[in-house]
């Protein structure tokens, strides 16, 4: 557990939104040792191959969507504050004095601006404050700020990563760094097993946007099958067992009509097969995930969801379970392992 | 860097709690002052000076933040809270906090987007209707960690950004602190008194009893103010600016200041070059108002640093501001000599 942590907290340490993933540099240091082939395509996804060495051996796709939810400059005021949209995925709500990254030429630490309680009214403490009406404080003047920041540069959410009780941990994006370091940790792992399939990991872009990351690197490898691995909504006051997965009792495999059901069948046997705890997580159509981006590409791929309950998504403090993720990595790579007979379920 | 002050707002004392901070500032000012602590936790310092004094003066900061206090544990071992002073529940959602004297940390939870309804959009959340999650299995896990009455503080990081700017928790009143620090460790001009005190956010309960041991004829206090200088603030005050130099007030909630005291302290501004500002709005209120009506009354004075973004996780103050506070206070003190 304590390298999947690693990565994950050295994962958070860097901001790449949807569009700029290629500012997780730290990323691609983690797999280089591990890759048979290591690239990064035009969409911006970065791929890393393990080779089979099963001969006719299939390319399962393993993705990850390595962006995450973001904020976006519309203009800089004559104070040097920074005004925004939303990029994708922030709710407002969480925004007032939230630390901000603004990825200028530089990286510009900010605070988004709220008026002290000291002058509000009792009425004004009941209104929501739109994103609109937000601006954020860089602490630079006018000029400085507009030769440091243009129109279109992105911005992120930033906080430190934090260790909670019972191996859950707290940060910012989360959703989906937890998942690439899964991933990460699988690739580091598929030394050690044999791999029945040629294992392309997608790290894919864009997924917060509209996933055209995960469609295009489908089309590329041409896989015979996918594993998608995410984050879903965790229990919590906010939010009940109707959409909800509990934490620490496993990843969460979709059932879905749009994900391949022996495929989900042939999962779910694997994890009761080693004892590995998983838990069900029911959709009636979409998933809200790249299965959706990466089912339809060239004539189809069967795609399989596994999901790592997260709480608070989209916010500066998510919160997952490390036993999840060492789960996840334990049930993937069972999954991917050679043994013998049948190579195909 | 400013060490200082970086340290003193790393620390945790929400009102009622100024244990930690109390222990670092007689750490730091202990050898260059007399110092006692008093039956509510009060620091009184005092210190000799250069001259007699040609009156009975205290200067003042308060030591506590505002913060959170653990109300009850759910079933599922989530954590209830109110809140200790004036802050808007809209700046809590999805901020880190740390709870207790362990320092556990846990954030304020919110929904998921993706789940929220028009309503939930639409509506905010009172601070009754907010979690604290640190990571606990069930109430009973819960309460090995925490307890019923356990203080809350915001964890965030210090730090110097923008064109000579801070941001960090706490800036009211540690900056205050740090600056009376600093001057117990000059040579003055005369003997003074110094109070550190307690509880000023939940009614300035610590100033009252330390100017009735003090017993000031003059008293100030040294601040941290509200900055509205925020760009889509254009139809309200802005009450004063960041940047514009220490923030001198005439009247606040709490107290009409002293107007031959203000007097004194803008000829000491201007006789130094330094930069002041008046504070252009009758909001908020400090210890001064205390201060001013305890035992036979004082003369009440307020210099403060203007904050944006105060009683959130992190204010902005530019140290430049904080550096001129420090010297127009001193070159108060020295003008008060020669009245």
Known sequence: MENLKNYLFELCSEYAPSGREELLTCLERLVRPSADKLYRDRAGNLVAVKYSKIPGAEKIMLDAHADEVGLVVTGIDDNGFIHFANHCGIDDKILPSSYVTVLASRNLTGVVATLPPHLLKDADSDKKIKAKDMVIDIGFDAKTARELVKVGDFITLRSTCTDLQNGLVLGKSFDNRASCAVLVRVLSMLCSVRPRYDVYIVFSAAEEFNGYGAHTAAYNIEPHSAIVVDTTFGISPYTDSYKGKELSKGCAVGISPLLDTHMTESIIGTARAHSIPYQIEVMSGRTGTNADNIVSARDGVPCTLLSLPLRYMHSAGEIVSLHDMKNAVRLILSYIEYRGGNRIE | ?339
């Open chain 2, 1 to 339: 860097m400013n060490k200082l002050l970086s340290y003193y707002t790393s620390l945790f004392g929400t009102s009622g709690s100024e244990g930690d901070i109390r222990r670092a500032i007689l750490n730091e000012i202990s050898s260059y002052a007399d110092t006692k602590v008093d039956k509510l936790g009060n620091i009184i310092a005092f210190k000799k000076g250069k001259y007699e004094p040609p009156a009975t003066v205290m200067l003042s900061a308060h030591m506590d933040e505002v913060g959170m206090i653990l109300t009850d544990v759910t079933d599922q071992g989530y954590i209830r809270f109110d809140t200790i002073g004036g802050i808007d529940t809209r700046t809590l959602c999805g901020k880190h906090v740390a709870i207790g004297r362990r320092k556990i940390p846990g954030v304020i939870g919110q929904m998921a987007p993706h789940l929220m309804k028009k309503s939930d959009r639409d509506t905010v959340k009172k601070t009754e209707d907010l979690y604290i999650d640190i990571g606990a299995a069930d109430k009973e896990d819960a309460l090995k960690y925490v307890a019923q009455g356990d203080v809350i503080g915001f964890r965030s990081d210090y730090a110097e950004f923008g064109d000579g700017l801070v941001r960090a928790k706490a800036l009211d009143d540690r900056i205050g602190c740090q600056i009376l620090t600093n001057l117990i460790k000059e040579e003055l001009p005369f003997d003074m008194y110094f109070a550190f005190t307690v509880m000023e956010e939940i009614g300035c309960i610590g100033a009252g009893c330390a100017a009735f041991e003090i017993k000031p004829d003059y008293s100030i206090v040294v601040e941290a103010t509200t900055a509205a200088d925020i760009s889509d603030n254009k139809d309200k005050t802005s009450v004063c600016r960041v940047g514009s130099g220490p923030v001198i007030s005439f009247m606040d909630s709490s107290t009409i200041y002293d107007r031959d005291f203000i007097k004194l302290a803008c000829n000491a501004a201007r006789q130094r070059s330094i930069p002041y500002q008046m504070k252009q709005a009758v909001a908020g209120g400090n210890d001064s108002g205390r201060i001013q009506r305890t035992a036979s009354g004082a003369s009440a004075l307020a210099i403060s640093v203007a904050v944006r973004y105060l009683h959130t996780v992190t204010g902005v103050a530019s140290l430049k501001d904080i550096d001129n506070t420090e010297r127009l206070v001193f070159a108060l003190l020295n003008k008060m000599l020669n009245v």
